[in-house]
């Protein structure tokens, strides 16, 4: 696989970063900038944007480093969403919806990271 485009887990953590944007979109204005909704929103960009530059970079473990963040940051954000909905600023439909979709982000982020180490340390692809 050429291209971090290619992988299932960015397209599905690109979704969900659009998914979380719209949700965010209707947090009271004091939630923007330094609030939760600012802070929901970057941790959702965090996942696929470290998916992509550890794609770019050039050995296993250089890419295993990346992937941990976007790991990180996807802990980060279903954090945030079990906050938002407890601050009953998203639905609880909409929480359970966005923990689906981080649940599968983070079974596809273990997998890629599970591929990367048995295949050693030579090269990512």
Not at 11 to 24: G, L
Not at 53 to 74: I, M, P, Q, W
Not at 79 to 98: D, F, G, K, M, P
Request: glycine content about 6%.
């Amino acid at each position: 696989m050429s291209s971090y485009r290619e992988l299932r887990v960015w397209n599905e953590a690109m979704d969900f970063a659009v998914s979380v944007y719209a949700a965010t979109a209707k947090f009271p204005k004091h939630e923007f900038f330094a609030g939760l909704a600012g802070q929901l929103r970057r941790a959702a960009i965090s996942i696929p944007s470290n998916i992509a530059e550890g794609k770019g970079h050039r050995t296993h473990r250089e890419c295993l480093n990346f992937l941990a963040h976007a790991r990180g940051s996807l802990c980060e954000a279903e954090t945030q969403i079990e906050l938002a909905c407890r601050l009953s600023y998203i639905s609880n439909e909409q929480a359970v919806a966005l923990q689906a979709s981080a649940t599968r982000i983070a079974k596809g982020v273990a997998g890629l990271m599970n591929f990367m180490r048995s295949t050693g340390p030579e090269k990512a692809t």
